[in-house]
């Protein structure tokens, strides 16, 4: 019995020096980005030595894929929650696409942290090829929801996957218009104009 509580207790430790690099690293990774932290800059700002680091995870690769994974796991939790209030299967796609959009409407950094964008600008980046798979898979299960309501109003599986695709193209357009205020050149409202694509894109799935 003792033992067991020792192991618990260990964990419990483990798991909260494992929260609080996480943490750090995020505070990290959203002034710098991929390219411009660092194990020892995460470890400061966390507070341990970066042999502390290790033992938790191997590269800040690791640690950037695991922030992305908490990050992606939220979202996802945001959008069920929000179709799970729905009825109908045009309400369920609404409520899908405008949860993803407000996700990171409210969270900028999500999305800075998503397409590596606050340091280094536009090019490429990756995790590694297996970290990479894991991501985007995570993701797209994210926004089956979104798929799945396309499918019970009448679209076959290929159109309602290239709906979710266009529907996660258009919000990011409208979220970086957004975040950066470029969106005031046109005076309008990201919000409305994602909700009127939205609008559009269930009639012409109703009429169709």
Same mark, same amino acid.
């Given at each position: 019995?003792?033992?067991?509580?020792?192991?618990?207790?260990?964990?419990?430790?483990?798991?909260?020096?494992? $929260?609080?690099?996480?943490?750090?690293?995020?505070? +990290?990774? /959203?002034?710098?980005?991929?390219?411009?932290?660092?194990?020892?800059?995460?470890?400061?700002?966390?507070?341990?030595?970066?042999?502390?680091?290790?033992?938790?995870?191997?590269?800040? *690769?690791? @640690?950037?894929? /695991? +922030?992305?994974?908490? $990050? +992606?796991?939220?979202?996802?939790?945001? @959008? *069920?929650?929000? +179709?799970?209030?729905?009825?109908?299967?045009?309400?369920?796609?609404?409520?899908?696409?405008?949860?993803?959009? #407000?996700?990171?409407?409210?969270?900028?950094?999500?999305?800075?942290?998503?397409?590596?964008?606050?340091?280094?600008?536009?090019?490429?980046?990756?995790? &590694?090829?297996?970290?990479?798979?894991?991501?985007?898979?995570?993701?797209?299960?994210?926004?089956?929801? @979104? $798929?799945?309501?396309? /499918?019970?109003?009448?679209?076959?599986? /290929? *159109?309602?996957?290239?709906?979710?695709? #266009?529907?996660?193209?258009?919000?990011? &357009?409208?979220?970086?218009?957004?975040?950066?205020?470029?969106?005031?050149?046109?005076?309008?409202?990201?919000?409305?104009?994602?909700?009127?694509? @939205?609008?559009?894109?269930? #009639?012409?799935?109703?009429?169709?």
């Amino acid at each position: 019995m003792a033992g067991a509580q020792r192991l618990e207790r260990k964990q419990a430790v483990s798991d909260h020096k494992r $929260s609080l690099i996480l943490d750090a690293a995020r505070r +990290v990774f /959203e002034q710098e980005g991929l390219d411009g932290a660092s194990l020892r800059a995460i470890a400061a700002e966390a507070g341990y030595t970066p042999a502390a680091l290790y033992f938790h995870f191997d590269s800040k *690769e690791a @640690i950037y894929a /695991e +922030v992305l994974r908490v $990050s +992606v796991a939220r979202l996802r939790e945001e @959008i *069920e929650r929000a +179709v799970a209030k729905t009825r109908s299967p045009a309400e369920k796609l609404r409520a899908a696409a405008m949860a993803f959009f #407000d996700f990171y409407a409210s969270n900028p950094r999500d999305l800075d942290l998503g397409f590596y964008l606050f340091r280094g600008g536009m090019k490429p980046h990756g995790l &590694g090829k297996e970290r990479d798979k894991q991501l985007n898979a995570a993701l797209a299960s994210a926004l089956q929801s @979104i $798929s799945d309501a396309a /499918e019970e109003l009448g679209a076959k599986k /290929e *159109e309602a996957r290239m709906l979710t695709v #266009d529907t996660f193209a258009h919000a990011a &357009g409208l979220l970086l218009l957004a975040h950066t205020h470029r969106i005031r050149m046109f005076g309008a409202s990201a919000r409305d104009l994602m909700a009127r694509y @939205i609008a559009d894109r269930i #009639d012409q799935l109703k009429s169709g």
